[in-house]
């Protein structure tokens, strides 16, 4: 028997626990959530944008995030973080990434956006220096 016969499936656990809802990050907490109603003011912006492409359950997204936290910190008001959820059912979301070249792979990703467009993708694992 598979284990999301046994246990109902992924998706009533995480509705249960409320799983991937917050980010427990303070620089953080507020941090915008990439979605398909507000994708082109985000992305079309005039500040570059940095999004963080991440899925609840995935150990190294939430590894990073206390470098992204630091990063809000640093680069308040220059840059945008914004989170993005893989698993999120965004298709527009999905289609820019796909159009731009940058659909995400791998996890976490993080896309930088600049002037409405892709500059830069980098996926895994990064520290303050890398970023």
């Not at 046994?6 to 009533?12: C, D, F, S, T, V």
């Not at 993005?84 to 059912?89: I, L, N, P, V």
Request: glycine residues 8%; contains cysteine; hydrophobic residues 35%.
């Amino acid at each position: 028997m598979a284990f999301s016969n046994r246990m109902g499936g992924a998706q009533p656990w995480r509705t249960q626990y409320n799983v991937g809802r917050k980010t427990a990050l303070s620089a953080m907490a507020d941090t915008t959530d990439l979605i398909d109603e507000n994708m082109n003011e985000i992305l079309k912006g005039e500040t570059p944008v940095l999004i963080d492409v991440y899925a609840p359950w995935c150990g190294p997204c939430r590894l990073i995030e206390p470098v992204l936290e630091r990063c809000a910190e640093k680069w308040s008001g220059e840059v945008n973080l914004v989170k993005y959820d893989a698993e999120s059912k965004n298709k527009g979301v999905k289609m820019e990434f796909v159009m731009g070249g940058v659909h995400p792979d791998k996890l976490p990703s993080l896309i930088l956006y600049k002037d409405g467009k892709p500059v830069a993708k980098r996926a895994g694992m990064i520290t303050d220096d890398e970023i």
